[in-house]
């Protein structure tokens, strides 16, 4: 082990969902408050951390692979800390020690009170430090997790294995760790949660998602505020109202559908109808003007005829999502479709499946970015990409523009869309905001 003498230097390899990318970040925060320089190459660091994921197998592949690479490097290095989280991390931990004993620590999704104890007690490095607090480098956006957990139980999904039962933050917490954020800096956060909508359910005082964002709305220095991820089950007027009225919440909603067949949703255990679900976006599209709407959809879920397949399609063809997160079904251990029932579309049915939605909601993209051509939008600039400028509108669009003089990053701009293409726009910056980059 290291020394607390020796500067102690520290990679983090993130995959999966923005829970993860924010429990890295608090991570992050815990390391810099106790001196840890961040590497890029994990060859030269001293402690890695694997942020895991196992929602898809395609994620989960790609953290074993990883797991594998750091097994090679262990042998070379013995010194190096090699620590893993995330959704990997189960109450099995002994298996997992077994199957990865090159791994010094597991530590599961969020736990990272678990890391700092275990840190101190190896003599790793120590100091002060909160489980809770907001990460520690100033940033344009940042991530705030406000509620952990799922109770829902959807047929196909470990999270609620993983992660455990829903537990909201005290809204206190909340609100201190964004008006820090905002004093370092952050123009816009995305408050997190595996079903956001549930929040303040199980807390003492009658609170819910609406009143967390009118609190949030509050907070000086902050410009934008999104939420993730939505349940249509659980997704109220009131809450539609809020997005609505309050002028830092972003006009855009992920709401994810999965199915537009009434037997896939049911044996998927969602908890809401097709029509519940189409009722629910006339309702959004009616009080919130402008806004902008994603969704995920699984293809090939076990037992899917190409008749119930076509539903899902007649539904997106109905919406016309501005996006749309398509995923083949793999079947995950320990969840209830995995335990009942059979995986068996065939995987190339369910690549053409997919192929067919993803050709399809790229044309449906390009019509509706098109009509943005010649409009000046409101652009939070993130940072540079090689020689353009990055950014994102109030309804999630990336948008990129040149500039020859001036810092953008961290600021809002304007800027007038000259060429759109279904992943992004391209513009130019409006006059006033050239005049005062000069």
Request: hydrophobic share 35%; charged share 25%.
């Amino acid at each position: 082990m290291n020394s607390l003498n020796k500067p102690v230097s520290y990679h983090i390899w993130t995959v999966g969902c923005q829970m993860n990318k924010a429990d890295s970040g608090k991570v992050e925060s815990v390391f810099s408050k106790w001196g840890l320089q961040p590497v890029s190459d994990p060859g030269s660091a001293d402690v890695i951390v694997l942020n895991s994921c196992v929602v898809r197998k395609k994620a989960e592949n790609r953290v074993l692979s990883k797991l594998g690479d750091l097994r090679a490097l262990k042998k070379k290095n013995p010194g190096v800390a090699i620590l893993l989280t995330g959704c990997l991390v189960d109450s099995q931990v002994g298996e997992l020690r077994h199957q990865f004993p090159h791994v010094d620590l597991f530590f599961g999704p969020g736990r990272i009170s678990d890391l700092m104890d275990w840190s101190r007690t190896n003599g790793l490095f120590g100091g002060t430090g909160s489980s809770g607090e907001a990460p520690s480098e100033s940033s344009t956006s940042a991530y705030v997790n406000v509620i952990e957990g799922c109770d829902n139980f959807c047929s196909y999904c470990i999270v609620p294995y993983r992660r455990g039962r829903e537990k909201s933050r005290p809204k206190e917490d909340i609100l201190c760790e964004v008006t820090e954020l905002a004093r370092r800096g952050v123009r816009e956060i995305t408050l997190l949660g595996q079903n956001i909508d549930s929040y303040g359910h199980d807390l003492p005082q009658t609170t819910d998602l609406a009143d967390l964002l009118r609190e949030v709305n509050g907070a000086d220095g902050l410009d934008r505020i999104r939420f993730l991820t939505s349940h249509p089950k659980d997704m109220k007027l009131k809450l539609i109202n809020a997005i609505s009225c309050l002028d830092k919440v972003c006009e855009h909603i992920n709401l994810p559908v999965q199915s537009g067949s009434d037997e896939i949703l049911r044996s998927m255990r969602r908890g809401y109808s097709a029509s519940q679900y189409l009722e629910l976006i006339g309702l959004i599209r009616k009080s919130i003007s402008g806004v902008a709407l994603s969704t995920d959809v699984i293809v090939g879920y076990p037992g899917e005829t190409e008749k119930q397949f076509l539903e899902t399609f007649n539904l997106l063809e109905q919406v016309r999502f501005d996006t749309v997160h398509v995923a083949a079904y793999s079947h995950r251990p320990g969840t209830w479709a995995a335990v009942n029932l059979k995986d068996e579309v065939p995987l190339e049915v369910k690549k053409e499946r997919l192929n067919r939605i993803e050709d399809f909601q790229k044309n449906v993209s390009l019509e509706i970015n098109r009509k943005l051509e010649g409009e000046v939008l409101q652009v939070l600039v993130e940072r540079k990409a090689g020689e353009k400028w990055m950014g994102r509108t109030r309804t999630d669009k990336l948008v990129f523009f040149q500039s020859a003089t001036g810092n953008f990053s961290g600021n809002i701009v304007s800027v007038k869309i000259n060429r759109a293409g279904p992943w992004s726009l391209t513009g130019e910056l409006a006059e006033e905001d050239c005049i005062a980059a000069a």
